[in-house]
């Protein structure tokens, strides 16, 4: 051989410079991107997935070698396959999943398993070469790693692919890591899940015991007033039966539901025998229809129902009872039930009845009474009539007319007491004209013109005479005394309530009390003389001591007087 010359040997050893600074650099890179793996690892918890673990992992493999394509498969832990899955680019996938199934038909796969370090093998379409390395942990196989080789891979320098496998080993540690990562953050998510549940449990048994304490106490306050209320049920009950009335609640659908005693000794029934029975059931389908159930449906619609018949008991036989019907309300106040209270008010409706029937005698007794007292005032006018017509002097006429007048007044009043009907009162106002006829006939006053304003007054015969006595004075001292005949005189008689008191008021147009008679002095006892006093005397004292009143006469354009006394209360 031929000794080099300088120039050679010097172009030699810039080439060997220039490869071993190539080395240095590469080297200076691969030893940057080993003490770069720390952060690597460091930020594996960062990870959503695994994908972005494969995707740095991808970017520093790059870093190293110059791929066109790259691969990761990884072990599916359920069933053992290797799933594709990353590949960039992502177009290329099919193709890799080619030299996937190449690589595994053809043994190679399972012969770079069992190595830790890159393997090259021509790629299944025989145009390129493919870096195969497995992703395996110093307990278990990760996955395996498929690179396309974009340059020749003897320019490869064998500390790029040392510090190629350390990626690998690293990436095999990091997704170890990251599946561990992730149990034990699932772990930590259940355990802080079951944690809340059992936060939650705690609180909602604590709530449930506050309930429980709150619903005990509440039981409690039940209890003690279940007791009161059991308490007050049976002095209600004690009460209920010692009531000689019948009581019985029966609800919406005419059941009974409670019974007293006495109402269950009057039925000759026990209590099994009534309560949870229907009122139809006790009394009869055609009883209940015809006369019972209306009285229940009115008193459900709200209404209390009251009224009194004869009823039939067994123990009791016939009893006449007052029956009152009451709707029961809710604390809603809704009608739930009705309750039925009978009294047995025999014994005062008999009492009525003998009341009644003995009324009803003395009311004939009393009418006989008016009957006969009026025969023999009739009889006694009749004689006196039969002797005015004998009687010659006008003077002892004259009184007899008075005293005549007087008792046609009181007879008229007996007539219309037993005419009535009724023995309490009679209506003067039929009376007063009645006697005002009589006495405008009497005294032939033809020519006087009557004015009456006469209401309805019912008086009792206590007050009904001795206003029929009153007014017969008045208006006979008016007819003999105040009015003459051919004058066309007026004569006026008003009858009227004013307020608890009776107003009389008897006028005419005649001459007045005579100048010497003090009109003041007429309500007394005494008068001074002159025509027609005496009759003024008489009604004074009948107004004072029977009527209870007060008279007062006055002379306006003639004689004007006017009694007051109390009436009686008005009567239908």
């Not at 990761?72 to 594709?84: I, Q």
């Not at 009608?335 to 005062?348: F, L, Y």
């Not at 009858?495 to 008021?505: A, S, T």
Request: net charge negative.
């Amino acid at each position: 051989m031929a000794s080099e010359t300088d120039a050679e040997r010097i172009a030699r050893l810039e080439a060997r410079v220039d490869y071993l600074e190539a080395v240095n650099r590469t080297v200076l890179d691969s030893l940057e991107l080993a003490a770069s793996l720390g952060d690597f690892h460091t930020s594996f918890n960062q990870f959503d997935d695994a994908g972005a673990i494969l995707r740095e992992t991808a970017s520093r493999a790059r870093r190293l070698v110059q791929f066109s394509a790259l691969a990761f498969h990884l072990v599916n832990e359920e069933t053992s396959d290797f799933v594709p899955a990353l590949c960039e680019p992502a177009e290329d996938a099919p193709d890799m999943a080619a030299h996937m199934e190449h690589l595994v038909e053809g043994g190679t796969l399972a012969w770079t398993l069992n190595r830790k370090k890159p393997v090259f093998v021509a790629a299944a379409d025989g145009k390129g070469e493919l870096l195969l390395h497995t992703l395996a942990t110093a307990s278990r196989i990760r996955g395996v790693f498929v690179g396309v080789l974009a340059e020749d891979m003897r320019s490869i320098a064998d500390a790029t692919l040392a510090v190629f496998s350390i990626i690998m080993l690293s990436s095999a540690n990091c997704l170890e890591s990251f599946e561990l990562y992730r149990l034990v953050r699932n772990m930590n998510r259940n355990l802080e899940e079951k944690v809340r549940k059992e936060a939650d449990a705690r609180a909602a048994l604590s709530r449930q015991q506050a309930k429980l304490r709150e619903l005990v106490a509440e039981l409690r306050t039940e209890v003690a007033e279940r007791k009161a209320s059991q308490e007050a049920s049976r002095k209600f009950e004690f009460i209920a039966n010692s009531s000689r009335d019948f009581l019985t609640l029966a609800s919406r659908d005419y059941v009974y539901e409670a019974a007293n005693r006495s109402y269950l000794e009057a039925v000759d029934r026990s209590r099994e025998e009534v309560v949870g029975k229907s009122v139809a059931e006790l009394w009869g389908e055609d009883i209940f229809n015809s006369t019972i159930r209306a009285h229940f449906d009115r008193c459900f619609a709200g209404e209390e129902v009251r009224y009194e018949q004869w009823f039939d008991f067994l123990s009791r036989g016939r009893g006449f009872y007052d029956v009152i019907f009451s709707p029961y309300r809710n604390k809603d106040g809704e009608i739930t039930h009705v309750s039925v209270v009978s009294r047995d008010i025999t014994a005062r409706k008999l009492g009525e009845e003998r009341l009644t029937a003995s009324l009803a005698e003395k009311e004939v007794l009393l009418q006989e009474l008016h009957h006969r007292v009026k025969n023999n005032l009739q009889i006694i006018t009749s004689l006196m009539d039969m002797a005015m017509r004998r009687l010659d002097d006008p003077v002892a006429l004259e009184v007899c007319r008075g005293v005549y007048g007087k008792i046609h007044a009181m007879a008229m009043i007996h007539t219309r007491f037993h005419d009535a009907g009724r023995m309490d009162a009679i209506n003067v106002a039929p009376c007063l004209l009645d006697l005002r006829e009589q006495l405008a006939g009497m005294y032939g006053a033809e020519d006087v013109r009557f004015e009456t304003d006469v209401e309805d007054v019912l008086l009792p015969m206590e007050l009904a005479v001795p206003c029929g006595l009153v007014v017969n004075e008045l208006l006979t001292n008016a007819l003999r005394h105040g009015l003459g005949p051919g004058r066309g005189s007026v004569l006026r008689l008003a009858v009227r309530r004013e307020g608890d008191d009776l107003r009389i008021e008897v006028a005419d147009d005649g001459p007045g009390l005579p100048p010497a008679a003090d009109p003041a002095a007429t309500s007394g006892s005494a008068s001074n003389g002159g025509p027609g006093t005496m009759g003024m005397k008489l009604v004074a004292n009948i107004v004072r001591r029977q009527l209870k009143g007060s008279l007062e006469a006055t002379n306006e354009n003639g004689l004007k007087v006017r009694i007051l006394f109390p009436a009686p209360p008005e009567k239908p």
